[in-house]
């Protein structure tokens, strides 16, 4: 059975990235719902270039696009088609933007690469983590290692299907240019729209960030969420996804805030057990 849809004003907080790369919000309430919904808008920073990135996220549909050629990295990289849903994708790992991707888009992912680890440095803090494990709860990304994705997304709304079915983020932090609507995430067991809102990028919160605040002051909650099959004047939707993951081949630990380990979990048996889940 379907589930019921809403799109309330004002659900979901905004915040900014201070000069200092501090994660600000209006109130404090703010930071609170934001962590408890698992999801929330973010101004676009200064120099972010997100239209430039969109114009060669464009560039993809056209047939004789080298980008299209990229060869597949497993399951997770290249150029790549879903059977399961409308989207098509161009998904590479940071390692291999330099290689690909032409330097303006190498370096907005960077960018992105900067305002991934001042979000999950303001989560650990709050959780209460010392921050001289928080390189080590997360895999190595909070101190500019770890994996992270840049990824460019097109849904053919012309194709009878879901967009994306619901589940959650594997990793940490999802940072998304979202310029059409068609975003939902479930909020109290009802899926709710997330408004485009202009100049602002969506922040979702991931499995693994749930994982490595489970012991501290404030644990995040990992949003479920889905893209909803459409029909519109534009066939294609367009979307730029950035994902921060830990080293894939990796361990996560969870501290409390005294600093002592309170569990552990390998990362490729966390992801393993989520893409069961979204398979099923």
Known sequence: MTQPVASPEGLFPIARLSRESR???QALEDLDRAWDLGVFYLKTPEGLDVEGARVFGHGLLTPESPYRKIPNYGELEGFIA??????TKLALRRHRW?????SD??????QLDAIGIAIIGEVLRRSGIPEALWGRASGGYATGEGTAFLNF???????????LRSHTDYGFVTVLDASAPGLQVEIDGVFHDVPVL???????????????TAHGEHTVRAVVHRVVSQRGEDPVRHGIVYFANPDLDGTLWQFDTR?????????????ALLENNLTE
Do not use: M, S
């Open 23 to 25: 994660l600000a919000f």
């Open 82 to 87: 879903l059977e399961n849903n409308q989207q």
């Open 98 to 102: 330099d290689q690909y991707y032409p």
């Open 105 to 110: 888009i190498a370096h907005f992912g960077r």
């Open 153 to 163: 997304v097109h849904y053919d709304t012309r194709a009878p299907d879901w967009g």
């Open 198 to 212: 202009p100049d602002h990028l969506v922040i979702n919160f991931g499995e693994a960030l749930h994982f490595v």
């Open 259 to 271: 600093g002592k380990a309170a569990g552990r979990c390998l990362v490729k048996d966390l992801f």
